[in-house]
Antibody, heavy 128, light 107 residues
């Protein structure tokens, strides 16, 4: 059974960096059939995809265009985890942040874009 | 790709049948997923590929559609079904987008 366990601070000061981690159990961050995503949810924006990392002989990264100058996603194979860094945060970055897995499946349309496993979510508030 | 759900909220009783609609801003073929979210929890996958039940999802959930118009139907509503439901397109993976959600409340 695949599980994603998130951790990280719940309060970040404006202009600082938001950092979250997501430890994977039951799967591997370097799986060549998975993609590991970060998604956030707020009342104003709803559910918003932020970015993902995946391993296919080498690491690949995709980011939401609106955040591409502030976001970084990394994978740590020794800890089997993925991490999110979001720089220069503002109160608009206040949200619940989720990590989630997309898994290749030839029988599914858009399987890598289908989130079949989610972390528990972390509420991050940006405030001074 | 913009995803628009209707209604935004819905009241129903246990045993009722309800339908939620999702419209995509462009044709997405069958690249449509449905999720259920309960308060304080992460979304959970219910339906993928527009109409296929995910593992362990009860058969009272069904879905259909293709192109731009999709529906999720829940028959014989159970108490545990009162939650918020989201559609999501995977046509433009990795840039997936979600509908704004439909909150299903007990009447």
């Amino acid at each position: 059974q695949v599980q994603l366990q998130q951790s990280g601070p719940g309060l970040v000061r404006p202009s600082q960096t938001l950092s979250l981690s997501c430890v994977i159990s039951g799967d591997s961050v370097s799986s060549n059939t998975a993609a590991w995503n970060w998604i956030r949810q707020s009342p104003s924006r709803g559910l918003q995809w932020l970015g993902r990392t995946y391993y296919r002989s080498k690491w690949g990264y995709d980011y939401a265009e609106s955040l591409s100058d502030r976001i970084r996603i990394t994978a740590d194979t020794s800890k089997n985890q993925l991490s999110l860094q979001l720089n220069f945060v503002t109160p608009e970055d206040t949200a619940v942040y989720f990590c989630a897995r997309g898994q290749e499946n030839s029988a599914w349309y858009g399987s890598l874009g289908t989130m079949d496993v989610w972390g528990q979510g972390t509420l991050v508030t940006v405030s001074s | 790709i913009q995803m628009t759900q209707s209604p935004s909220s819905l009241s129903a009783s246990v045993g009722d049948r309800v339908t939620i609609t999702c419209r995509a801003g462009q044709s997405i073929s069958g690249y449509l997923n449905w999720y259920q979210q309960k308060p304080g929890k992460a979304p959970e996958l219910l339906i993928h590929t527009a109409s296929r039940l995910f593992n362990g999802v009860p058969s009272r959930f069904s879905a259909s559609g293709s192109g731009t118009d999709f529906t999720l139907t829940i028959s014989n509503l159970q108490p545990e079904d009162f939650a918020t439901y989201f559609c999501q397109q995977s046509f433009s993976t990795p840039t997936i987008t979600f509908g704004q959600g439909t909150r299903l409340e007990i009447k």
